[in-house]
Each structure stands twice: as structure tokens, then as C-alpha cells.
T-cell receptor, first 112, second 114 residues
Framework: DSGVTQTPKHLITATGQRVTLRCSPRSGDLSVYWYQQSLDQGLQFLIQYYNGEERAKGNILERFSAQQFPDLHSELNLSSLELGDSALYFC???????????FGSGTRLTVV | GESVGLHLPTLSVQEGDNSIINCAYSNSASDYFIWYKQESGKGPQFIIDIRSNMDKRQGQRVTVLLNKTVKHLSLQIAATQPGDSAVYFCAENIGSGGYQKVTFGTGTKLQVIP
């Protein structure tokens, strides 16, 4: 157990639907990062939050949004889902940069 | 733009041999580098890191080498074991705290042949 909790582990939904992925960072970590990993692909950075504020944006589609709540957990909202959105979505947290990120086990999203 | 890439997408090694996984980075401002290991069905896991003021760092069976002149990073795994089979990512880091920016490479798949 890395200390970063992601739910749900698996999600199957239809095109056009909306889903919410949840992440609880490791205790004490203020930064939360969301990454998308498609089949046999690398990690694509989506968005970062630090202590409740958006800090950086990567290749995140307009159909996607996220937020970090006062208790530091974060949610990634994916709407108007397309087949191509099927991927693993990872959340990672960090307190600083030493030691890198701690990743959760991911949410596998399948859009059918 | 900034990019981090790997020379070899797949590497097959015999059990017991040493493995070397390479990574090129393009941003000379990057000052902190990390190697991650991702096993099938799991999230990436921190292996070892190195700061830009160093050129070598050793861990347990792993060594990271940094050559800033040619912007090259490598991960050496000694006496490779079947449990080392995974995808390995390098990452370059700029900044710190809430302002750090991390860019991941595309990954190299290491296959250990028993």
C-alpha cells in the first residue's frame, strides 16, 4: 500500500457519460497530480493541485476537470466520454520533490 | 519543447546479467531526476533519484548515472532477477514544492529471461 488511495479501481461506462475518479493523497502530502496512461503508452500529465489550488495543467481536455478539496482529496471529472478516453488514470502525491511522487494503484476506465 | 525519451522501448536480458536502461532528456534546466518502475497492473514506484550536482548514485542493486554534458541518464540493474521485469520510466524535474514540474519518458519494458 503506497498510501495514495484511488477509487474505484475499475470503471466501465458508456460513451457520452460522465464519471468521477477519486484520490486520497498520502498523509501530509499537499500536492496531487493526475496522469493518464493509455495502453502501452507513457504517463501523460493532466493536472496538478497544491493545497487546494490548481498549480499546473498538462494535456487535459476541456471535457475533463478536477478539484482538490480542503481535506486534500482530489476528484477528476471526465464528461462526454469517448472510446479514446479508455485508459488507466493515476493519481500521485508528494510533499516536496525529494523521493519523487507516490502513485496510487490507478483507476482503469473502460468506455464502451 | 521539453521532452524526455528513451532509446530502447524493449530490453530483454538473461537472468543474472546486468541491465542498462537509457534515457535522454532535453531540458538543461532540469535539476532532479528519478527512475520509476511500473509492474503490470500497478502504479509507478520510485526506485532511485539523483540531483544534477551528482553524476552517480547507487542503491541496492541499482545505479543511476547522469551525464549532463549530453543530457543522458541511465539506470543500471545488477544481477537482474525475474522480479525486475517491468516498465521503467525516467523523469526529469524542475522546481520544487508546489511548483515542481515533472516530465516522464515514454518507458522501457524490461523482460528478464529465466
Amino acid at each position: 500500500d503506497s498510501g495514495v488511495t484511488q477509487t474505484p479501481k475499475h470503471l466501465i461506462t458508456a460513451t457520452g457519460q460522465r464519471v468521477t475518479l477519486r484520490c486520497s493523497p498520502r498523509s501530509g502530502d499537499l500536492s496531487v497530480y493526475w496522469y493518464q496512461q493509455s495502453l502501452d503508452q507513457g504517463l501523460q500529465f493532466l493536472i496538478q493541485y497544491y493545497n487546494g489550488e490548481e498549480r499546473a495543467k498538462g494535456n487535459i481536455l476541456e471535457r475533463f476537470s478536477a478539484q482538490q478539496f480542503p481535506d486534500l482529496h482530489s476528484e477528476l471529472n471526465l464528461s462526454s466520454l469517448e472510446l479514446g478516453d479508455s485508459a488507466l488514470y493515476f493519481c500521485a502525491s508528494s510533499v516536496g520533490r525529494d523521493g519523487g511522487y507516490t502513485f496510487g494503484s490507478g483507476t482503469r476506465l473502460t468506455v464502451v | 519543447g521539453e521532452s524526455v525519451g528513451l532509446h530502447l522501448p524493449t530490453l530483454s536480458v538473461q537472468e543474472g546479467d546486468n541491465s542498462i536502461i537509457n534515457c535522454a532528456y532535453s531540458n538543461s534546466a532540469s535539476d532532479y531526476f528519478i527512475w520509476y518502475k511500473q509492474e503490470s497492473g500497478k502504479g509507478p514506484q520510485f526506485i532511485i533519484d539523483i540531483r544534477s550536482n551528482m553524476d552517480k548514485r547507487q542503491g541496492q542493486r541499482v545505479t543511476v548515472l547522469l551525464n549532463k554534458t549530453v543530457k543522458h541518464l541511465s539506470l543500471q540493474i545488477a544481477a537482474t532477477q525475474p522480479g525486475d521485469s517491468a516498465v521503467y520510466f525516467c523523469a526529469e524535474n524542475i522546481g520544487s514544492g508546489g511548483y515542481q514540474k515533472v516530465t516522464f519518458g515514454t518507458g522501457t519494458k524490461l523482460q528478464v529471461i529465466p
